[in-house]
């Protein structure tokens, strides 16, 4: 039940209020109204080309071929058309919605950002990070974000909001708890069937990285320049994996490993936020205002049993297993958040779950369809629920708050109407270096898969960042902001293994 995603991985207040408002809006076509209730846009007019589509009016900045106009925040947004499938380019196509924030001095080219996810916008993503990062990045690139297909302009709704999936009991403590997390995750899966089957088999990661290509064409660039966050890392190795000879600079933070099956990664995401937990209750400990310290594990653990048992009243709504599962794991992406929760588990435990609630619903306000389309795609999973909850339980030996919660979310990947296609572990042969940063205590794409994907690349480059929290590039750190601007301004990557 955890995103991988930037919606909570600033440092500082100015970061907090701009990146969160932006992956916030994960279900909304931030620039552009839909052109058609369905995803699907019909036969292919202009695909003869091979080209991607889009409209056919000179931008007059990259020699490209996009319409622009004004839109929120000072950028410029759009429409293109892409194939749905593209191994049958003349096919139907999808309508997808752009932005960006042209530069503002001599132009190297377009900076193709993405926030994770899966389910963040990367339309609202562009503008929002234009306006935090230094101006050596925003007077020489165009800020440039396309949404995922099945986001903006090609969203699509399963009828179940984050509220109603998460309000059933993730640990399973008794038949009526199975029960009720199967029938549940069975509506929601027939939901995305009716409101999206025939586009499901093309939400993949594969399929975004080729709407991205086809927009940097249309765009009039030679080259790719991409910075990838969490989830959007994986749509940046897909990317160097098809296009090598495209890349001409690409930063991955918060890498998402691609070859393990999905409940492995399940399994490592769940440990990483018992990392982060331990983290959490050791500065609560050490600090006398904390107002569950000292003993910080103990009061969670309680607050564990607690809603077991009983529901805690809360406004709107009371908080369950549920909640509380989602609402724990969420201030576990940025340090900032750690007041919040520290007086969120004293207030619940005083009887008044609200301030947990709150947490949760901070978390659960997003575009969760996408997220399951695309994770039930692009990796494996047992094939029948009973096996997937199986090895739920199994991992709460490994990760005994988190592993439970978090692998049993993706039963419906068990149930899912679409064959899965997993992706396969990406070399990228024929890059120039590719920057992957990883953080040593990163609760949602733990600090081991950065390290073994930067091996794994044929020209990966290593940038450590000890902390805490989920990501960190242009989220106000001196030592990493420096090296990301000399790297993609001047193509000066730091030494393989460096530290900030």
């Known amino acids: 039940m955890t995103r991988t995603d930037n919606r909570t991985t600033t440092r500082t207040p100015r970061l907090l209020a701009a990146l969160v408002a932006a992956a916030l809006a994960t279900g909304a076509a931030a620039c552009v109204e839909r052109a058609d209730e369905s995803p699907l846009a019909g036969d292919r007019p202009d695909a003869a080309d091979g080209s991607g589509g889009g409209a056919r009016a000179n931008d007059g900045t990259g020699g490209g071929t996009i319409d622009w106009e004004p839109c929120m925040g000072g950028a410029e947004c759009a429409e293109v058309e892409v194939p749905v499938d593209y191994d049958n380019p003349d096919g139907n196509t999808l309508t997808l919605s752009v932005s960006r924030v042209p530069a503002r001095g001599e132009r190297i080219g377009s ?21 935090v990062m230094p101006s050596e990045i925003t007077n020489r690139f165009d800020i440039v974000g396309v949404d995922p297909r099945g986001l903006g302009a090609s969203d699509f709704d399963c009828g179940m909001d984050g509220e109603e999936i998460y309000g059933v009991d993730y640990s399973i403590d008794s038949p009526e708890d199975e029960e009720e997390l199967l029938d549940l995750s069975q509506e929601y899966v027939d939901g995305c069937e009716a409101a999206a089957g025939e586009l499901l088999p093309y939400l993949g990661t594969e399929d975004v990285a080729r709407d991205i290509d086809a927009v940097r064409e249309m765009m009039g660039d030679d080259e790719l320049n991409y910075l990838g966050y969490s989830y959007g890392t994986a749509i940046g190795q897909m990317l ?57 594990h103990g009061a969670i653990e309680e607050l564990i049993d607690r809603v077991e048992e009983e529901p805690i009243p809360a406004s709107p709504r009371d908080l369950g297993p549920g909640e509380l599962g989602v609402a724990m794991a969420y201030p576990l992406y940025a340090e900032f958040l750690w007041p919040d929760f520290q007086m969120a588990i004293a207030n619940a435990l005083d009887g008044d779950g609200t301030a947990m609630v709150n947490l949760a619903d901070q978390y659960l306000d997003g575009d969760w369809d996408i997220y399951f389309a695309v994770n039930c795609l692009d990796f494996a999973w047992p094939d029948t629920p009973e096996e997937l909850l199986a090895e739920g339980e199994a991992a709460a030996d490994e990760a005994p708050i988190f592993g439970e919660w978090i692998v049993n979310d993706y039963v419906r990947c068990s149930m899912w109407p679409t064959e899965a296609e997993p992706l396969e572990p990406v070399t990228a042969p024929g890059t120039p270096p590719i920057l992957v940063v990883s953080t040593t205590n990163d609760p949602a794409t733990p600090y081991e898969a950065g390290v073994r994907t930067a091996e794994r690349l044929e020209e990966g480059v290593l940038l450590s960042y000890e902390g805490e929290g989920h990501t960190i590039v242009f989220n106000g750190d001196p030592c990493v902001d420096d090296v990301a601007v000399s790297y993609l301004v001047d193509l000066e990557p730091p030494e393989d293994g460096s530290t900030c």
């Open 240 to 296: 160097a994996d098809l296009f090598p000879d495209r890349v001409r600079a690409m930063i991955l933070d918060g890498v998402l490993d691609l070859g393990p099956t999905g409940v492995e990664l399940a399994v490592d995401q769940a440990a990483g936020f018992e990392s982060a937990l331990a983290a959490f209750e050791e500065d609560c400990d050490s600090d006398p205002s904390c107002p569950i310290a000292p003993g910080a």
């Open 111 to 131: 900076l193709f950002v993405n926030p994770g996810g899966p389910g963040g916008t990367a339309t609202d993503f562009a503008p929002t990070i234009a306006s």
